[in-house]
């Protein structure tokens, strides 16, 4: 689904603001503090009911308002459209679609897939592996909606194991819940491996494009692959009842990159680690889009840093060819040079207003 249309209220600087976008490219550009990076960030909320910047509402909410707005209009290939509506105070979350409340946050990610790719992105490699999940799970949820029940589930029986762990409950208790961790966790797996396999081809293309090179991509399930998921909760039972936490399973899953057998964080630029999550990102939406004809929104902020002008032409060409919704910020427009044949939008954004710019 693309955005047509996009209100956003009391989002940091961006008071009361209305847009209506490219379905292609937007450029988004202004100098330092005008807004360019909160109006992606609006984007983003819109999706997942959270910021990319923070975990705290509080800081994306404009000072002294009692909550944000983002509403808008979004439209499928098919020609679809739905509105679609995000309220967020302290401790309220109002969802909205097609003028009736929702309960789930999946059902506005389900509608608008968003990605973004901002001066940060390197942290998915130099992180946790919790990071490196999220980017599988991001995919995985988008191409199976089902895997969403599987996750939860997933997550819930561990909780619960994890408390009984913590309160010494003894063997009979905590293996009481072995059965159906094992269970979700054996669907976890599948459903991450099955996607992997198809999402690596279409990786290792965008690598070969945007770095020329190869690198490896494994995945690792989060426990010994020797053993099965049962005889290791058996094995670490002493050692898991001891810490009150369970050490092995999806959640403890890994996605190894590798150049030359060598962890990538370690060995590439800032440039390269860029542009190989750009390859990450681009195989997902790419992915999604020949699996299930899903278009998604993709947010560049500052697509400029980091990246040599031959490397940013050859990153903008790919990032047109996704058919993807683009937003791309620049503190000047010129600098992103996109081909005039490209239907495009560009906004000037300053002191948290938006102005179409004719051209
Ligand atoms: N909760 C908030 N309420 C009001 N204003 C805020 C809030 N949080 C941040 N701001 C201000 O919003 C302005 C816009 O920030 P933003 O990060 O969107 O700028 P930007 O255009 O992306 O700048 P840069 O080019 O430096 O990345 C800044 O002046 C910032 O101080
Ligand atoms: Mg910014």
Not at 247 to 259: C, D, K, N, T
Not at 265 to 272: A, E, H
């Amino acid at each position: 689904m693309l955005l047509t249309l996009l209100d956003v209220h009391q989002v940091r600087n961006l008071q009361k603001i209305r847009l209506e976008p490219s379905p292609r490219c937007n450029i988004v550009y202004g100098a330092n503090a005008s807004g360019k990076t909160s109006l992606l960030e609006a984007i983003y909320l819109l999706s997942v009911a959270r910021s990319f910047r923070t975990p705290h509402i509080r800081n994306v909410i404009s000072h002294e308002q009692p909550h944000l707005q983002v509403f808008a209009k979004i439209l499928s290939v098919e020609g679809q459209s739905h509105s679609i509506g995000l309220q967020r105070s302290l401790n309220k979350t109002r969802i909205r679609i097609d003028g009736e409340d929702i309960n789930q946050v999946a059902a506005l990610s389900t509608l608008l897939p968003v990605q973004v790719i901002n001066p940060d992105v390197h942290k998915i490699l130099e992180q946790g592996p919790k990071y490196r999940r999220q980017f599988i799970d991001w995919g995985v949820f988008h191409v199976e909606h089902q895997f969403l029940i599987a996750w939860k589930t997933y997550y819930r029986v561990l909780k619960q194991r994890n408390a009984a762990l913590r309160q010494k409950s003894g063997t009979e208790a905590i293996k009481l819940w072995d059965t159906q961790l094992i269970q979700q966790a054996r669907e976890i797996t599948l459903f991450r491996e099955t996607y992997l396999q198809q999402l690596i081809p279409v990786f290792n293309q965008y690598v070969q494009k945007l770095l020329q090179l190869e690198v490896e991509m494994h995945y690792q399930r989060g426990w010994n692959a020797d053993f099965t998921l049962t005889e290791t909760l058996d094995k670490n039972l002493e050692k898991d009842t001891y810490r009150g936490f369970t050490s092995a399973g999806p959640h403890r899953a890994e996605l190894e990159i590798l150049y030359q057998g060598k962890p990538v964080q370690t060995v590439f630029s800032r440039g390269q680690q860029k542009l190989l999550v750009c390859a990450m990102r681009l195989a997902q939406i790419t992915h999604l889009k020949n699996q299930n004809q899903q278009q998604s929104v993709l947010l560049v902020d500052d697509l400029a840093a980091e990246l040599d002008i031959q490397h940013r032409r050859n990153l903008v060409e790919l990032l047109i060819d996704t058919r993807a919704q683009l937003f791309i910020t620049a503190t000047e427009a010129e600098a992103l040079d996109i081909p005039a044949e490209i239907e495009q939008k560009m906004f000037h954004v300053e002191h948290g207003e938006v102005k179409e710019v004719v051209q």
